[in-house]
């Protein structure tokens, strides 16, 4: 999967620019507000489609996420970078979404899990590296682990995404899940294999994909 940094083109904007920019905004200013959109909205739409299934619904977290930020700016105290804050926005835009859309066609854990035999041999191999994230390195593979990493349960799903995709920490992502370190560390693991179960089922065969047991 294409690392944070690759997908998100940040606007080149001095300290200064940025500076005036956000006064602009807080001052209510409908130049600074478009000017926002216009710079932002590429980078913000790429972080979306990463949680989201269909345009529309990336549609709806951007638009969810720039009214939170135009409402959020005034405490904008600049403490990061304004591309940094919005991308924060955006992920939570898009977690929040995630929570309350119950349309999804969620794939339930335990039957993409690996099995046993009698006396622990493994009868389902997890398709998957440690990594997943490493494991997309064309189109067709990425294409095949965003279609498997839309069919995870909510929850699962956004740990995966944020730890390996964002790259997020395990202190970082319990924070914004609002759970434990030891809640995101099982999920993460439960949605890896999870994730390998199903890569195996739709590309049984490719070679891309190492066998971990």
């Known amino acids: 999967m294409t690392n944070s940094t690759q997908f998100n083109r940040v606007p080149q904007l001095s300290l200064v620019e940025e500076a005036n920019l956000v006064v602009g905004l807080k001052?209510?200013?409908?130049?600074?507000c478009a000017k926002l959109v216009t710079l932002f909205a590429p980078q913000m739409m790429a972080v979306a489609r990463r949680y989201m299934r269909c345009d529309d619904d990336c549609d709806d977290a951007l638009q969810d996420s720039f009214i939170s930020a135009f409402k959020a700016i005034?405490?904008?105290?600049?403490?990061s970078r304004l591309s940094t804050w919005l991308h924060r926005i955006t992920v939570n835009s898009c977690l929040m979404k995630l929570r309350i859309d119950s349309s999804r066609n969620e794939t339930s854990i335990e039957?993409?899990?690996p099995t046993f035999k009698w006396g622990g041999h493994q009868t389902r191999w997890s398709a998957v590296r440690d990594d997943p994230s490493a494991a997309a390195e064309s189109d067709e593979t990425r294409s095949a682990v965003r279609g498997a990493i839309d069919r995870l349960p909510a929850a699962h799903r956004s740990v995966l995404l944020?730890?390996?995709i964002e790259e997020m920490d395990t202190v970082a992502t319990a924070a914004v899940l609002q759970t434990s370190t030891h809640n995101v560390k099982r999920r993460l693991r439960l949605a890896r294999e999870a994730l390998g179960g199903l890569l195996q089922t739709m590309m049984a065969g490719d070679k891309v994909y190492s066998v971990r047991a």
């Open 27 to 32: 001052t209510g200013d409908q130049s600074a």
């Open 74 to 79: 005034v405490s904008f105290e600049a403490d």
């Open 111 to 113: 039957g993409l899990l």
């Open 162 to 164: 944020l730890r390996d």
